[in-house]
């Protein structure tokens, strides 16, 4: 029996966890920093159908309908006049059983959660030292610990520090030079749009987008603006729960951002956007690194849970046919979707009168042209 140590109780941690608790083979323990998983209920994520397919292996059909959501299209409106500029089919990647879904984070972490022994995640587990040089991986932690592995999985998250550990120097996200801000709204609240879709609404240097994440009314909402702060502000992660900054941050995003989608935004928060500038590959190859801590992309694709959740079954899938080679062709893949989110950063940031109407026309263009969906999608939402 091989014993696998998961580092982190996020989306891919929980995932793969789930998919080796289905092989006796495998002894699986989930290490967890915090003194529980994170359920804070109301901010949504977008699945596209490549992650759906994968999520169907453990059963998410079971989610309740009215516990999440099936968009069929994206409208793309302007934030200056607040019109619509034309929309988008995202239902034309979907099957019987694998539809575009969007639904509160939380329920997704409460399923994955759910299908786990009781006993499989283990808090208040901070790693400190990683001895790789042993047969065994020996794993220490801060609390005085120690467990050794044949297989360690490290999935925790942007700012992992055992990833550090396993490199032996301090690997570091990159600045976004943007900031999000991320809220709920109900239904009730919401005019001028159609609440059966995404919402995408473009502004100048920032972007905003709305979603239900059930059936029950409720809305994610999200808004990306550039910005760009110093060194210290960096270092100071207390600023963003600082009050007078989200008032600062509220106030340029109120700019742009119509006052009765403002005024209705419940549970606001702030926080800075960081991305990964290159993949870390691990020396020991019985050590492998998944979720954000593998790769953290622009949010402008809408492909972080799906990536998570991608490279935890790749992972999986060479376990179970005892490949341990790190896959060239992950790295080429996650390096595509990454230019394409800046890409679509790019294009949802402009400025320019001019450019605008021209991206506009564009735009309107491209979305009713299939071969370019299927090249600049569908690689991603099929393959």
Partial sequence: MKNIAIIGAGISGLYIANLLSQNSN?????YEKNASVNLEKGYGIQLSVNSIKLLNQINFQKIRIEDKFHPNKLDFYSLKNNKKICDLDISMFNSTDTKYTTLQRSTLINFLKDGLHENIIHYNKKVIKINEEAESKEVSFE??????????????????KTKSLIANKETKPKYFNSIALRATIDQDALKGINPENISLFLGSNLHSVLYPVNSKGQFNFITIFRKKLSTKELSDYSLFENKDFAASIISEISKQVPPETMNNLKSIKCFPIFVSSDVNEPKNKDTFIIGDAFFALPPTFAQGASQSIEVANELYKNLENENTQFNSERVKRVRMIDMKSKLNYFAFHLSNPLIIWIRNLVIKKLVKNEKFINSYLGKIYKD
């Avoid at 495998?26 to 989930?30: A, L, M």
């Avoid at 609390?143 to 992992?160: E, N, P, Q, R």
């Fill in 143 to 160: 609390d005085g610990l120690s467990v050794k592995c044949d297989y360690l999985i490290i999935s925790d998250g942007t700012f992992s």
């Fill in 26 to 30: 495998y002894q699986v323990t989930i």
